[in-house]
């Protein structure tokens, strides 16, 4: 199928041009929404290893938790960015319908509490925000309320964008990496590659956020990459390692219009670079290998048995 007819299909713009200084107040409203949700997730669903049983997951129409446990069935909750409703739908068959509009953050709390309660869902979460500097506790903060459904709609396309590259990159490894998700903390999409051997335990330091979380999401040495709505004009991919190596902050990297920035220890490509770009997908999948190769070659990461050559893909194992 032609690419175009491909895009036609999919409902939503690729690379889509979204300015933060259009919706940075409802960007933020969002962001708050998505931590109610994803703590929901959290108190429900078993442990893993790094938290990656608490992100979400790019949807075919927005963001869902997928499945939850519970009692002896599951629930999800999936922001539908098609029309524009929190969806909470349990595996008998009840579901509730929360609508996506201006409206508070403590009016969008009391609404899922409500809810879930009225799925027989009976979940308690701690209602304070995370890795936000100014954080207002869910049942008080009315000031984030705003809600434009046209710009979440290119915010789930810049996200639908980069989950393609992102999961494309993702399948050319083999060793311990995780899923392509949305960590509801820090609003961002990410992947982690994972070197196998042991980290040093993390200093911590995010705001409202204990240092004991910090040291399990790093507890082995990683490559971690993704796509971040805040930082430039219209969002940012970032690369960066832990540890970092000696060494890495002058690897080269490509694109050109990327680069390493020491205030926070990450390589930084803007969304706009790669969006206006002759080849967006070709120029993130640039970025990712290469910043990925400044912690491989740098830290001596055993490439041999944790890459995989896409020509034997297909082959058998």
Known sequence: MPRSQQ???????DW???????????????????????????????????????PLYVSTRGLTTSAIPYGEGTFEMEFDFCDHH???????????RIALEAKSVAVFYDETLAALDALGIEVAIRP??????????????????????DHVRRFWGQLTSAQRVLAEFRSRFIGKVSPVHFFWGSMDLAVTRFSGRPAPPH????????DWIMVEAYSHELSSCGFWPGGSAEGTFYSYAYPEPAGYAQHPVRPTAAAYNADVGEFLLP?????????????????LQSSYEAA???ARWDRDALEDRPERRAAPR
């Open 271 to 287: 969304y706009e670079a790669v969006r206006t770009s002759p080849d967006p997908d070709q120029a993130l999948l640039e970025f």
């Open 7 to 13: 895009l036609r299909l999919s409902g939503i713009e």
């Open 296 to 298: 491989a070659q740098n």
């Open 16 to 54: 889509p041009r979204a300015p933060l200084e259009e919706w940075a107040e409802t960007r933020d409203t969002l962001h708050m929404w998505a931590q109610i949700v994803g703590k929901v997730r959290l108190a429900q669903a078993p442990m893993v290893n790094h938290w990656w049983q608490v």
């Open 203 to 210: 200093p911590g330091g995010a705001p409202h956020l204990a």
């Open 86 to 96: 929190l969806h909470v739908r349990a595996s008998d068959g009840g579901e509730r």
């Open 128 to 149: 304070m925000p995370v890795e936000v500097e100014s954080a207002i506790p869910f049942p008080d903060d009315t000031g984030h309320a705003s809600y434009r459904p």
